[in-house]
């Protein structure tokens, strides 16, 4: 048989896809890590700007942020876009040790470990519901504190769930907290102009009505 130019880009382009796993480089919404037939841990998750302790309540949707999945090894395993409300589902296997990354074009990243294990009395399908805040980057903000990641989430055995590590949450809250303060701070002096800053040297009194 011979192959003309076009028959052979179609077996290129034919090749490519069959090789290709399906959904774990790029993924809208639901997707899955897990075998057939095997336990999960469904992360579904809310991405959001963040607003600031003042505008808290105001929860504004982050589209198109870059959510990965990757190995106790460092090796990425799967990423995904989040849609147009912010949101986007994994589902982890059980059983072993994660990282995920948010991140967006102009924005910081930041990190959450997730520990799968479970008892083996406990193996069933989970779902833990999450919600994170990224911002843009600013000049100057010294944001070292989100090279470890901003929570820690396993299995309770108390009760009987994933849950957040309290106590590693309240290690790294401080920090945190300090880095919002300086953000917010940056942003508003950002948004000042000169003419905002600097008072004119004398006001001149206005003439109408003043009797010399």
């Given amino acids: 048989m011979i192959l003309t130019p076009n028959k052979l880009f179609f077996l290129i382009c034919f090749f490519i896809l069959a090789i290709l796993p399906s959904g774990?480089?790029?993924?809208?919404?639901?997707?899955?890590?897990?075998?057939?037939?095997?336990?999960?841990?469904?992360?579904?998750?809310?991405?959001?700007?963040?607003?600031?302790?003042?505008?808290?309540?105001?929860?504004?949707?982050?589209?198109?942020?870059?959510?990965?999945?990757i190995s106790e090894a460092g090796k990425l395993l799967w990423r995904g876009i989040t849609d147009s409300k912010g949101r986007l589902n994994i589902k982890l296997p059980l059983g072993r040790k994660f990282t995920m990354s948010f991140t967006k074009m102009g924005y910081v990243k930041k990190l959450i470990n997730i520990d799968t294990h479970v008892s083996n009395d406990n193996k069933k399908d989970f779902s833990f519901s999450y919600e994170i805040d990224i911002f843009e980057s600013i000049v100057g903000l010294d944001v070292s504190v989100l090279n470890e990641p901003v929570a820690r989430i396993s299995f309770s055995e108390m009760a009987k769930d994933f849950n957040y590590d309290i106590v590693y949450t309240t290690k790294v809250n401080s920090g945190l907290q300090k880095m919002y303060r300086e953000y917010y701070e940056l942003k508003r002096k950002a948004k000042l102009t000169p003419a905002d800053t600097t008072l004119p040297k004398s006001i001149p009194a206005k003439s109408k009505g003043i009797k010399k």
């Fill in 24 to 69: 774990k480089l790029l993924a809208w919404g639901n997707d899955s890590l897990v075998p057939a037939g095997e336990n999960s841990l469904e992360m579904r998750g809310h991405i959001l700007i963040s607003q600031g302790q003042a505008r808290e309540n105001e929860k504004i949707p982050l589209d198109s942020a870059q959510v990965s999945v």
